[in-house]
């Protein structure tokens, strides 16, 4: 390695996810064209798990936390570790992601476009490995829409051309250190959802690009550990995405979005109770109450099989 070479940290965050990291890192074992270190986050999994992966994977640091902390503040953990390991570039890889041999080499590369700070790949499916999840994030601030170009089509090279984005996902984001030193971390505030988008922007604002490199490849089983759908998941989306309007959405658009949002979470809390789901649409009021009192972070409540609510 001389002395310019990279120093990449990749950086995952586990949360009883045994199978799906350790099918990750098993991934990252054939990556060839650059060296890089990885750093395992764990968040709060039961001992034993963590106990196999520390054998298995001799080659990752890992980091064990006593509790679930959530997205934002485990991979957090483990960008303040690359950061004092001194490393050039730090990647944020979800665990349930496989990764192809090349991808690495990419997205370095299209960091040395002028004013490029934030890169990601083009992201499939997988199983169904034809299929995108990710070639790119876009924002629409008058409706409030944020969406993943390319989602659920099948890759006929549509999306090869690399472009500037909104966002990259965090699903596997590389940046140099830099733009963390920068910028800083996850905000914690969101705890998981949205907190990526928030990143993104932050990044922009500081006249940084983000750039879709499609030469580089993997894929994503679409994690399991917060279930879309779930009264959690509900409570998440209906806080987070009003605090990324209050922090980011143009002065124009702010107050509209947000009683808009408002609006439209109240009417889908409506559709959840006749459903018979209560549980959701108490967690949706919740997180819109909470947004409005400025209480952020996990979310207070914890969700039973039966109807019952109960503080976490």
Known sequence: ????????????????QEKDTSDCL?????????????ILVDNGSSRESVDRLVHNFPEAAVIRLPENRGFAAGNNVGILRALQDGASHILLLNNDTLVDPAFLPPLLDGLTVPEVGVVGPKIYSHPEITRLWFAGGRIDWRTGRQWHLGAGEVDEGQWDSPSEVHYITACCLLAPAKVFHEIGGLDERYFIYFEETDW?????????????????????????AMKTGSPTSDYY?????LLLF???APTRYRLW????YTARSLRYAYTL??????????????GIHDFYRARFGKCPLRF?????IQPA
């Open 1 to 16: 390695m001389t002395r310019d070479s990279p120093v990449v940290a990749v950086v995952i965050l586990n949360w009883n």
């Open 26 to 38: 098993t991934s990252l074992r054939a990556v060839n064209g650059v060296s890089f270190r990885v």
């Open 200 to 224: 993104n922007l932050r990044a922009r604002r500081r006249g940084y690009r983000c750039r879709y490199v499609p030469g580089s490849r993997i894929y994503h089983k679409v994690s399991q």
């Open 237 to 241: 989306y209906a806080r987070n995405r």
């Open 246 to 248: 209050r922090n980011h």
């Open 257 to 260: 979005l947000i009683a808009l």
């Open 273 to 286: 109770r006749t459903q018979g789901r209560i549980q959701n649409a108490a967690a949706v009021v919740r």
């Open 304 to 308: 039973t099989p039966d109807i019952s």
